[in-house]
């Protein structure tokens, strides 16, 4: 009964296009129908497309990218070709390139924002997200008309591909997700062509576009390249056994030939973007990996073949239509060629979601996710068109073991329902819908009637069940993820940004932000905030936040500085905001204005001595064993005063400063409060229930009643009972006058090498004594090194401690990729500059490049001599040189490629 196929075997060209046309056009149709139909409930609840990330990351760097080309574009069309790297909208300052090749650079249909606006980057975005879940199905149809699968099966099995469960579940949520199903089965043609001794150029050229695209996706799409070309190889090439060993490696060191050109030619976005993510904070996970998952995985991964639902919480989200799934058991009963290798392809991908290694090697040795399911859904896919019709022309004593096989997998899931309410928003319907759709065909196929329109026709409602149950409130109620319609419009209308540019400051500086709507909206307003949330961020940065132990981080992110006013000044910060119905007014700024955002009213104060970009310190201590001795806030003080250098020793033999802090630091007496829900051991803390609280008393004899910063210092906290699962501890404190704040933060799992150090600062509050009370979200054992109490009082600081002579930094100025200034010291000092350090900055003093030195843990600075002098730092994101060398090495080997493969093709003829 096999279909007599060869993978390698191409139509005639007219028929070739006449065939692909029909094709294509039955796959829109059913495209333009399969759209509203599966996103309908966006519209019935009030939704946008945006999820947390789409406001926060996709849409603002959609934005900031259209507004970075048009920049490009000026410059050279002014004649000034300068491509501006560096951006201080970005965090606290960051590679461009590094930093956003995760989310825009480098993909082709980006490209479009430098048509749009910011206030049409939504549209955009949206366009973007249904033109990729398009060319998803269109890749899939070039890789089965290539190979002559059946023409009126094709269509079904696009729609299947592009309306996968993976791609259901990432499609709106993180777009570029799916730009891996688009290059698969691109690549696999190139690969079949290679194979076939054809040319390598459409291999070359889709790698390098893959590449480009995302570095992470173009990491799994090699891995899964390489295994399919090592299959293929073996069922393909045509040789003596003896010989086959010598020409696997020979036909291999081609292929990689072939791939390393490609790789090559996306040097230029590759190497910058391996540098940032090699010194990106995310590095620091530490992961444990286990020979299995457990019990409640493989439960759902036995439930989910023809469920959106995602696989045990690791990312992995199968979801075909029943008939898919029929189809590829019946795969299985047949024993052709092209069955084999697809069977061997299969079963590699059913082990790939058995053994955690694997979610963990295919993720590049990071943290376990089964992201990489989209190959899983071609090759289902490509197992359902290659399968189907030879489906259709069996007998029903050939099908009765694949449908018996499919009826008992959906009753044990349906059972399963009838005990789990859970399980029953999860798989209730779809697999219902699977039973009754299983029985027809039962009924169908023993009656001998045709079965191909009415198992086509399922495919397309069982698509449409599968996402209403992804997104409706009565199944996953993905929908709750996404934030409601007009958001993105109504944020860039009224925001923080926009009043912070009215107020025409041409300062360096800093804002910072309380409860900030969006953490990205600086790159889209080109302002500079406290505030930020993308994947490759500043590792240096991230060591900073754990030894100051800063309470709104995590290791993307920052939400604020928890008004410490310590770090507001290291930070060059200049104005502080607050939502409007906060009860706080920080003493040392002056109220600007309150103003209307999206987001609510905020109040807007000015720092009343803020401190500038760069600061010259007189004190320089090299960090050793004592300084990292010293407690969070016992640094961030120090920092106000000496200049902490890093990876250095002195060069001469000096007695290093006396560490010397401007600010008096108390520590207060604690004692816990356990009680029925709550036991507290030493160093431990055991909850008996979920949000559960226990008291924290504190007071100090020594105190005065002025009101002092109040820190609540959790060193090394984590939750031990489930080594993966984050929390976020709400804090309430009472002071002795009866007065309250409330305070959340989150904590990092017990994988993290970062994340466990926080320090919630409370602002100036009378604290000579005051209780807070500590609500842990979840139940189980949570561990910590010291929990204390400390007020600082800033009262004994310098009223200039980070203010300087006008006369000793003069003359700021800031271009594209360039900052410089003038100097007049009365002797040498240490110049530290607020922002993060790279080894992208150069620094030049009187025209002659001099040291720079990471200091402060993150920052970056050095030495200036007395006198008057002319400093000035250039910036080049680093690599970006060796790769746009290498990449014209590679454009250069594909061309004389070209020209070789052309010579030989004359010889030939």
């Known amino acids: 009964m096999a279909q007599k196929n060869n993978l390698l075997t191409f139509p005639a060209k007219r028929n070739f296009n006449c065939f692909q046309l029909k094709t294509f056009l039955i796959y829109s149709l059913l495209f333009c129908l399969l ?21 926060t990351e996709h849409t603002a760097f959609l934005a900031f990218y259209g507004e970075w080309l048009r920049t490009i574009a000026y410059n050279f069309i002014h004649g000034k070709f300068i491509v501006p790297t560096f951006s201080f909208s970005l965090g606290f300052g960051a590679d461009i390139i590094s930093s956003l090749t995760w989310f825009c650079i480098g993909d082709p249909l980006n490209l479009l924002s430098i048509f749009v606006p910011k206030n049409g980057t939504y549209i955009l975005f949206v366009f973007l997200a249904v033109l990729r879940f398009y060319l998803s199905g269109i890749s899939f149809i070039f890789y089965c008309n290539t190979h002559k699968f059946q023409k009126n099966i094709i269509p079904f099995g696009a729609i299947s591909y592009s309306f996968c469960g ?22 696999c043609i190139g690969i079949d062509k290679i194979l076939d001794r054809k040319s390598p150029v459409f291999f070359i050229i889709f790698s390098f576009l893959a590449c480009v695209c995302n570095y992470y996706f173009f990491y799994m799409l090699s891995f899964f390249v390489f295994v399919y070309a090592a299959v293929r190889f073996f069922f393909v090439v045509k040789i003596e056994r003896k010989f086959l060993c010598k020409e696997f490696f020979k036909t291999f060191f081609r292929a990689f030939g072939f791939y390393m050109i490609a790789v090559m030619m996306a040097a230029f976005i590759l190497l910058p973007s391996a540098y940032g993510f090699l010194t990106a904070s995310r590095t620091t996970e530490k992961i444990e990996v286990n020979f299995f998952y ?23 989200s199968i979801g075909f239509a029943p008939v898919v799934f029929v189809a590829l058991l019946f795969l299985f009963t047949l024993n052709d060629k092209i069955s084999k290798q697809l069977k061997i392809f299969i079963s590699l991908g059913i082990l790939f979601f058995i053994c955690p290694f694997f979610g963990h090697f295919i993720n590049g040795f990071n943290y376990i996710t089964n992201r990489w399911c989209f190959a899983f859904a071609f090759l289902v896919c490509v197992s359902f068109v290659y399968a189907f019709p030879i489906f259709c022309k069996s007998s029903f004593k050939e099908l009765k073991i694949p449908l018996l096989i499919a009826v008992v997998q959906n009753l044990l899931v349906i059972f399963s329902c009838i005990i789990s309410h859970a399980r029953r928003q999860h798989y209730a319907l779809c697999y219902i819908y699977s039973l009754a759709l299983f029985l027809i065909l039962y009924f169908l196929i023993k009656k001998r009637k045709d079965i191909r329109i009415f198992s086509l026709v399922s495919i397309f409602i069982g698509i449409v069940v599968i996402a209403f149950v992804r997104y409706s409130p009565y199944g996953l109620s993905y929908l709750d993820d996404f934030r409601e319609f007009g958001i993105y419009e109504g944020n860039v209308a009224k925001n923080t940004d926009i009043e912070i540019l009215k107020l025409n400051d041409a300062d360096f500086f800093r804002y910072d932000e309380e409860n900030k709507f969006t953490a990205n909206n600086a790159v889209v307003f080109g302002t500079k905030s406290t505030s930020y949330n993308y994947s490759i961020s500043d590792i240096h940065l991230m060591q900073f936040y754990e030894d ?54 905020k109040k807007l104060y000015k720092l009343n001595n803020p401190s500038p970009f760069a600061v010259p310190y007189k004190n320089v201590l090299y960090a050793d064993k004592n300084f ?5 806030i016992e640094k961030q003080e120090l920092f106000l005063d000496t200049a902490v250098i890093y990876d250095e020793k002195s060069e001469d033999n000096t007695d290093e400063p006396e560490l010397k802090l401007n600010s008096k630091i108390l520590r207060k007496n604690v004692s816990f409060v356990g009680n029925d829900d709550v036991k507290i051991e030493e160093n431990k803390i055991t909850t008996k229930r979920k949000n559960a609280a226990f008291e924290i008393d504190f007071s100090c004899d020594e105190d005065s009643d002025s009101k002092k910063e109040l820190y609540l210092l959790f060193k090394n906290f984590y939750y031990t009972t489930d080594s993966y699962e984050q929390f976020k501890p709400q804090i309430r404190f009472v002071s002795s006058s009866g007065k309250e704040e409330s305070f959340s933060f989150g904590m990092t799992n017990a994988n993290d090498s970062m994340g466990h150090n926080r320090m919630p600062c409370f602002g100036l509050q009378e604290c000579k004594s005051g209780k807070f009370f500590v609500t842990l979200e979840n139940k189980g054992v949570y561990e910590f090194d010291e929990i204390s109490v400390f007020a600082l009082d800033v009262s004994e600081r310098d009223e200039n401690f980070n203010s300087i002579d006008s006369e000793e930094i003069s003359n700021l100025a800031f271009s594209e990729n360039k900052i410089s200034l003038e100097t007049s010291l009365n002797e040498k000092q240490f110049v530290r500059f ?13 025209g002659k490049e001099t040291k720079s030195y990471r200091c402060d843990i993150a920052f970056i600075g050095t030495f200036v001599d007395a006198g008057n002098h002319s400093v000035v730092l250039k910036y080049s994101t680093p690599f970006l040189a060796a790769g746009v060398v290498s990449s014209f090495i590679g454009l250069i080997a ?4 070209c020209f070789y493969l052309k ?7």
Not at 580 to 590: C, F, I, L, R, V
Not at 894 to 897: D, E, G, R, S
Not at 903 to 909: D, G, H, I, V
């Open 294 to 316: 457990s019990l409640a995985y493989y439960a759902n991964l036995f439930s989910s073949v023809s469920s959106p639902a995602s696989v045990g919480g690791f990312f992995g």
């Open 834 to 846: 607020s922002m993060p350090y790279s080894k992208g900055w150069k620094i030049f003093i009187d």
């Open 894 to 897: 594909l061309v004389a490629l």
């Open 35 to 55: 759209v509203p139909l599966c996103f309908f409930q966006f519209f019935v609840y009030g939704k946008s497309f945006c999820s947390g990330d789409g406001i």
């Open 628 to 632: 990292e001795k010293l407690n969070p």
């Open 548 to 601: 100051i132990a800063l309470a709104k981080t995590s290791l993307m992110s920052c939400s604020s500085l928890n008004r410490r006013s310590a770090l507001q000044n290291l930070f060059a910060v200049k104005y502080f905001v607050l939502p409007a119905e906060a009860d706080y007014a920080p003493e040392y700024m002056t109220f600007v204005k309150e103003f209307d955002t999206y987001g609510g009213k």
């Open 903 to 909: 010579s030989r093709k004359k010889e030939n003829e």
């Open 166 to 187: 993976y791609a259901l579940f990432v499609g709106i949520r993180h777009p570029y997700f799916l730009n891996p199903l688009i290059f698969l089965p691109l690549l």
